[in-house]
């Protein structure tokens, strides 16, 4: 069955040829073209995956992107214009999962979505496997359904943050380099800014540990990267 892909895009000429490459690699796609039908479609129409442009009318992607959150994992690509944008969505706890900068090429966006999808065929497959907890001091990692407890209580983590989780902890002790981690957990070399890794971390950690400022978990190595510690 084709993936839906949603587009929420004001301006129409970007929208159309965007929705026009989509089709062409056997996409379905839905069109919005403010932040109210965005976010409208986004829950109610349920698509595979949204690319929400940051400046739209009515209701802006922030804040689309947050309202979605609130009920829904679905993959989010935030689309940003200008290098102010990029800092919120960095330094928000938005919750999207990746983000693309205009201009971009359509070779740009569509690894970008094909990386994204990969990652929730990855969990619709997840649902059916035989669990596999693995702990971790007081962290419980069901590592084929994407399930994490600490202490007994369920975190709400979407696909990327239980990916990357998982693939640290596996490899506990173990120091990676933000490259590596996009390359191995994010699945696409070229195209990737490591800032999306340390964006991806701050979230988890907002999550994970019990003041995100001082984690217990996820480590930073300075000047390298980060690793999995067991508390
Ligand atoms: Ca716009």
Known sequence: MSKKILIVEDEKSISDIIKFNLEKEGYETLTAYDGEEGLSMALGDKPDLVLLDVMLPKMDGFAVCKKIRETSLVPVIMVTAKEEEI????????????YITKPFSMRELMARIKANIRRTDFADLAKDNPSDVQEFGNLEIDMNRFEVRKNGTPLELTQREFELLKYLAVAEGRVFSREQLLEEVWGYEYYGDIRTVDVTVRRLREKLEDDSSDPKYIMTKRGIGYYFRRP
């Open 87 to 98: 800092d919120k969505v960095l330094g928000l706890e938005l919750g999207a999962d990746d």
